[in-house]
């Protein structure tokens, strides 16, 4: 294998090449469309802004392949995305959705200070609860729009713990991190045990409290979905995480820029959007 020395310096050059080619229109819309609350209704009433919201739901999904209807077993073939505008519907009606909007309301204003600290775990720790109780939110709207439309003998809801990092991150770019297959495994591969082949990015020392949620805490039935499902991938999101984290704090630590993602806005350089884009690469080899 390479020395540390050796492959922190080919890291770092990469990292850099990664960083200045890592903006995409396409991506420039979707962080547009989903900035500030503009998409995130407080009740079903405000119909503009639930519209909104189910066309981000649509377009998201199935921009980063992802979306919630694929597995779902509802097949509404109308060409009028009504799949989509009744899960926004079911999603915003569950009675978990308020406090759910009021967590990621004031994660908007929260900001990492790689200080390495208690207050930035914090965060980290709301983030993942933010996509677990999401997660849940789809699952378990897409359970009773299966009731709904009479659909039986189907396999269990999958997860969509993907998507809902994909979707909040859009949301709050600045302190979610994305998970996917790909970027969890190079993730895992290069910082997940000791020795890995980043560990010099390894220099946070903590680990995340957090606990999936259970059925009696959560308050919501999830007999829709393997329960021991749900909590593997949420605790997958978990390591993730603090994969993640570890990444943006040695970029941050030094100074690797990441370019605007909305042009002619400095506050759109999201580091968050720069761990994606490393981890979606076989950036290094041993």
Request: net charge neutral; with cysteine; charged share 25%.
């Amino acid at each position: 294998m390479k020395y540390v020395t050796t492959i922190k310096e080919e890291f770092i050059e990469k990292a850099k090449k990664i960083s200045a080619e890592s903006y995409y229109y396409g991506n420039e819309i979707l962080y547009k469309m989903c900035r500030d609350q503009s998409i995130l209704p407080e009740s079903i009433n405000e119909k503009e802004t639930l519209n909104r919201f189910e066309s981000a739901l649509l377009i998201i999904g199935k921009t980063y392949s992802a979306s919630p209807d694929r597995g779902s077993g509802i097949r509404i073939a109308d060409g009028r995305g009504t799949f989509f505008s009744t899960l926004a519907r079911e999603i915003v009606e569950n009675k978990d959705y308020p406090s759910f909007r009021s967590l990621l309301l004031r994660l908007m204003n929260e900001k990492y200070s790689f200080a390495n600290d208690g207050n930035d775990v914090n965060i980290l720790e709301d983030t993942v609860r933010c996509v677990d109780v999401f997660n849940r939110l789809i699952m378990e709207s897409i359970g009773k729009m299966r009731r709904d439309n009479g659909v039986q003998n189907q396999k269990p809801i999958k997860n969509c713990v993907s998507f809902a990092s994909k979707f909040l991150h859009f949301m709050v770019p600045h302190v979610f991190f994305i998970k996917d297959t790909i970027s969890f495994t190079h993730g895992t591969r290069l910082l997940g045990k000791k020795g890995s082949l980043l560990s010099f990015c390894c220099e946070t020392r903590f680990c995340l409290n957090y606990v999936a949620l259970s059925e009696n805490e959560h308050g919501s039935k999830t007999s829709c979905a393997n329960k021991e499902t749900v909590e593997l991938n949420i605790r997958d999101y978990c390591y993730h995480v603090q994969r993640a984290y570890q990444l943006a704090y040695f970029l941050s630590k030094n100074e690797i820029e990441c370019v605007a993602q909305i042009k002619d806005d400095d506050n759109s350089r999201y580091i968050t959007r720069l761990v994606d884009s490393i981890l979606m690469q076989e950036i290094i080899s041993a």
